[in-house]
């Protein structure tokens, strides 16, 4: 473990694992088969990433999109941990290029769909590769579409097998009991040896709604949403149409607003991604698809169009939301009907038996189906075998009633009447005994029962530490640590250093702003530099221009009145490098937000500015 925290901290910059990501990483490094369920946001990469560098060797991820695949890649690859992927888009040179660096076993992570996985396994056989370790990304979309859109995703125990029985790691963001179950059987694990690692999903910082609409005024509903100070929200619409045409609505009345599905090319989409990542769009509009891709720690709200198809995909997306630990709502706009749509798409996914009978023993009846319920026909055809006589409908009535009683679960939540985070966490197989936020129990996000001041400071704590994401897009510290540092402040940074989820590097690097944001100064100075990075205090000195000046007079007094103590290191070089203007932005801003975008080197796109900016504590990416 502790060269795993070395390659956490060289690699992601980190003293330590998060909790959830400790316990992982060790049972990975033991060699040991492991499922992981996190909840979105609590860092899943990191638990097979690292591995991958301390055990060395090639490590395979199977991930479902190649659009997760290429940010995953670029994320790492910034990280300084070598990776690639293996996807249909390359050209034959680039193929040759990861297979090269394969065999000279310079690659750590090689990202592979299920089905890549299945034709190159022998190939990687054939080449004496051994991978280390074999990683399932994403892992419930075994059970979600590995019976009928990906049948690879159940063939990756035969793939594995072929690989030499690698060590597995399985990771989702979201699986019930029977998902769970069936990921680990697909696989190939015998259940009894399988560590699996489950944590809870009830994230205390995400508010839970449902708006009902009539039909035409879903529009309304969204609009009345963006209206609040929800700025930073991803709408999930289920086609390209709709979210060509909800974007379009949306930015006609004012907002800076993008669609964002497969439809678009590659250069575009990242266009929108960089807007959206450097708060230059207010909002995405997403089909469900490609919204998985959208990792941005401070969206506020995140808006379903209508009913998604499981409980499963609406808590994965809409766990989009928050995931800087900070106040987020999670609102889905619903009318009864919208389920219809869905059990339509059974009869597609499912044709009746007849139908299916019919068209296997006539092929000018299966040339008259839709191309859709074709494929589908075909599609049973191979996996049930008519010709060989006595058809078992018994595997597809039975994934046909799994599908009926998700779409059934879904819509039990927007239509129930008890408390919304009850029912969801509930279906997962968790039982909650306090809500934290939701319509139905009209709570206040978790700080119910807390006395004002002490709201007070851990709203500012969490301002205060909002720009400080960790790899796993959170709030440096756990809500529990925020709770009990706002309840107790620390009068010192070595009283700091001796909080329980603190300790001495997190008191070292950042003790001054904790403090800073407790009201605690210590040996009386003035935090001046470092107050300029908690937005909630530059908002404050906007408004209020003898601050501003207190704030001036402390920059020009330089370090030595102030103490290096109470000034964040990096971003006093960048003022003294020119880099940060901040007396023009002081001069010119409305608001704290547009007071960013003037400070000269964080608005700007370089990366030498971003590094700098990144190291001072802005931005977050
Ligand atoms: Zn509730």
């Given at each position: 473990m502790s060269r795993a925290r070395a390659a956490l901290s060289r690699h992601f910059g980190y003293p330590d694992f998060r909790p959830a990501q400790a316990g992982v990483v060790r049972s990975v490094l033991t060699g040991q088969d492991t499922l992981a369920v996190l909840p979105t946001g609590a860092g899943k990469s990191v638990c097979f990433q690292v591995p991958a560098v301390v055990l060395g060797g090639l490590t395979?991820?199977?991930?479902?999109?190649?659009?997760?695949?290429?940010?995953?890649?670029?994320?790492?690859?910034?990280?300084?941990?070598?990776?690639?992927?293996?996807?249909?888009?390359?050209?034959?040179?680039?193929?040759?290029?990861?297979?090269?660096?394969?065999?000279?076993?310079?690659?750590?992570?090689?990202?592979l769909s299920p089905e890549?996985?299945?034709?190159?396994?022998?190939?990687?056989?054939?080449?004496?590769?051994?991978?280390?370790l074999l990683a399932v990304d994403e892992a419930h979309c075994i059970a979600e579409w590995g019976h009928d859109f990906r049948p690879s995703y159940r063939r990756l125990g035969a793939a594995r097998y072929r690989l030499g029985r690698p060590p597995v790691v399985a990771l989702t963001g979201s699986a019930t009991p029977a998902v769970r179950r069936e990921i680990t059987r697909?696989?190939?694990?015998?259940?009894?040896?399988?560590?699996?690692?489950?944590?809870?999903?009830?994230?205390?910082?995400?508010?839970?709604?449902?708006?009902?609409?009539?039909?035409?005024?879903?529009?309304?509903?969204?609009?009345?949403?963006?209206?609040?100070?929800?700025?930073?929200?991803?709408?999930?619409?289920?086609?390209?149409?709709?979210?060509?045409?909800?974007?379009?609505?949306?930015?006609?009345?004012?907002?800076?607003?993008?669609?964002?599905?497969?439809?678009?090319?590659?250069?575009?989409?990242?266009?929108?991604?960089?807007?959206?990542?450097?708060?230059?769009?207010?909002?995405?509009?997403?089909?469900?698809?490609?919204?998985?891709?959208i990792d941005k720690p401070s969206v506020r709200l995140v808006v379903h169009w209508t009913l998604p198809p499981t409980p499963e995909s609406y808590y994965q997306e809409a766990g989009r939301a928050g995931r800087d630990g900070e106040f987020a709502r999670c609102v889905l706009l619903y009318h009864p009907r919208d389920a219809e749509l869905h059990r339509r798409q059974l009869d597609v996914t499912f044709p009746p038996a007849r139908t299916l009978e019919q068209a296997w023993a006539d092929p000018a009846a299966m040339a008259r189906l839709p191309a859709n319920v074709r494929a589908s026909a075909e599609r049973l055809r191979s996996e049930l075998r008519p010709q060989l006589g006595g058809v078992d409908w018994s595997p597809v009535r039975d994934r046909r009633r799994q599908a009926e009683d998700r779409i059934a679960a879904v819509e039990a939540y927007a239509a129930g009447r008890g408390c919304r985070r009850r029912a969801l966490v509930g279906y997962f197989g968790e039982r909650l005994d306090r809500c934290a936020g939701c319509d139905r129990c009209r709570a206040a996000p978790s700080t119910r029962g807390v006395p004002a001041p002490?709201?007070?400071?851990?709203?500012?704590?969490?301002q205060a530490l909002g720009g400080r994401a960790g790899p796993w897009g959170g709030c440096l510290l756990e809500p529990a640590v925020l709770l009990q540092l706002a309840r107790n402040p620390p009068a010192t940074a070595a009283a700091l250093a001796d909080v329980p989820g603190v300790g001495p590097a997190i008191a070292e690097r950042y003790g001054g702003l904790i403090l800073g944001a407790l009201e605690r100064v210590p040996d009386g100075r003035?935090?001046?530099?470092?107050?300029?990075?908690?937005?909630?205090?530059?908002?404050?000195?906007?408004?209020?221009?003898?601050?501003?000046?207190?704030?001036?007079?402390?920059?020009?007094?330089?370090?030595?009145?102030?103490g290096m103590q109470t000034f964040d290191q990096s971003l006093w070089d960048l003022f003294q490098a020119g880099l940060v203007n901040y007396e023009t932005a002081l001069d010119n801003a409305s608001n704290a937000d547009d007071f960013k975008l003037r400070m000269q080197g964080i608005s700007s796109t370089s990366d030498a500015s971003k590094n700098a900016m990144q190291a001072a504590g802005f931005g977050g990416r």
């Open positions: 395979l991820v199977v991930s479902p999109l190649i659009s997760l695949m290429q940010d995953q890649v670029a994320a790492a690859s910034a990280r300084g941990i070598a990776a690639a992927a293996l996807t249909s888009g390359l050209t034959a040179e680039e193929q040759a290029a990861v297979w090269d660096r394969i065999e000279t076993g310079a690659l750590r992570l090689l990202y890549r996985l299945e034709r190159t396994a022998g190939e990687l056989r054939e080449r004496g590769v051994r991978p280390a697909s696989l190939g694990l015998p259940a009894d040896r399988v560590a699996v690692h489950l944590f809870s999903f009830d994230r205390a910082n995400l508010w839970f709604g449902v708006v009902s609409v009539n039909g035409r005024d879903r529009l309304d509903a969204l609009l009345g949403l963006l209206r609040g100070d929800d700025r930073m929200a991803i709408v999930y619409a289920p086609t390209r149409g709709l979210t060509e045409s909800i974007a379009r609505a949306v930015a006609t009345a004012g907002h800076r607003a993008a669609p964002y599905h497969a439809g678009l090319d590659r250069a575009r989409r990242a266009a929108i991604l960089d807007a959206f990542l450097d708060d230059r769009l207010d909002l995405v509009v997403a089909t469900c698809a490609f919204g998985m891709g002490v709201v007070r400071r851990l709203n500012r704590l969490r003035v935090p001046a530099v470092e107050v300029m990075i908690n937005t909630a205090y530059i908002r404050e000195c906007i408004l209020v221009p003898e601050k501003t000046r207190s704030i001036r007079d402390a920059i020009s007094a330089g370090t030595s009145q102030y």
